[in-house]
């Protein structure tokens, strides 16, 4: 339990995104994020060598739920120091808003989340300036989304194009049902897990590989750059299959707010790839 309220400390400290100063059609690439100058958690070993903030970090998604919620709430607030660190910095604190800065996401370079689940793993690659996922990492290659602009140009050396995949939440990209229909939730996320552990590199690609794409990038990128995102995304993770959408009484009180941050991704076409 103290682990948790430490990862989910870290994550709210490093980066909530400023509502006052940005619309619902505001596009978020780079994010402008608040942030607590303080925080013990920053301390731990695991987030860095000396100065350097590692461009990678490990979500140990499995064990029990709450084990799994206190890892993804550590590799948010990891990618958003990341981010701290390697992006242009403001301090606010003139403003009368306390000890705060805006930050912006990293000016250049790339994150790596993996993602654990048992033997099963995937690596995200992560652009640091867009805080988009262009592509995928697992024991049988490297795989990236279509580019819908230069379709033929690639992000990563030596990987492999998913030709029916457009980066970006449409049918036509990792959403064929839509983004209020993606699968949340602790059994979502092992599914995903080991299904794009698995890939490698069938044409067209797979529904379910697309469906697991929609899955992980909500828990990852999107956790990192949105604040309610990374709240709603993170209180899944203690229920076994929800979809984002879902606007149930019965629900957590911010996984109930998920329908109007779907219409706000939606609408912002914040994650398109181009």
Known sequence: MQAFRNGFSLARCIGSVCRTSLGKNTRLSPVASLSRFSSPAWTEDHFYQGKEIFNQVTWRADGHPIEAQASHAFSVGHQRLWNFTNGKVLDI?????????IYTTAQSGMFYLTI?????????????????????????????????????????????????????????????????????????????????????????????????????????????????????????????????????????RRLRKWNTMADSLSASQCTQAG
Not at 93 to 101: D, F, M, S, T, Y
């Open 93 to 101: 604190g003139k403003l009368n808003v306390g000890q705060r800065c």
């Open 116 to 252: 654990k689940h048992g033997e099963h793993w995937v690596t995200l690659v992560i652009d640091g300036r867009e805080g988009w996922c262009y592509g995928l990492l697992n024991k049988n290659g490297k795989f990236e989304f279509k580019h819908t602009q230069y379709p033929h140009s690639k992000y990563m050396k030596r990987s492999k194009i998913l030709k029916n995949v457009e980066g970006n939440y449409g049918k036509e990209g990792i959403c064929p049902d839509g983004l209020h229909m993606v699968r949340m939730g602790f059994v979502p996320e092992e599914v995903a897990v080991q299904v794009l552990s698995e890939y490698h590199g069938q044409d067209p690609v797979p529904r379910e590989v697309r469906e697991a794409c929609a899955t992980l990038l909500m828990y990852g990128p999107e956790s990192a750059k949105l604040y309610e995102a990374f709240y709603g995304s993170n209180s899944s993770i203690l229920v076994d299959k929800v979809a984002l959408g879902t606007h149930r009484v019965s629900l957590p």
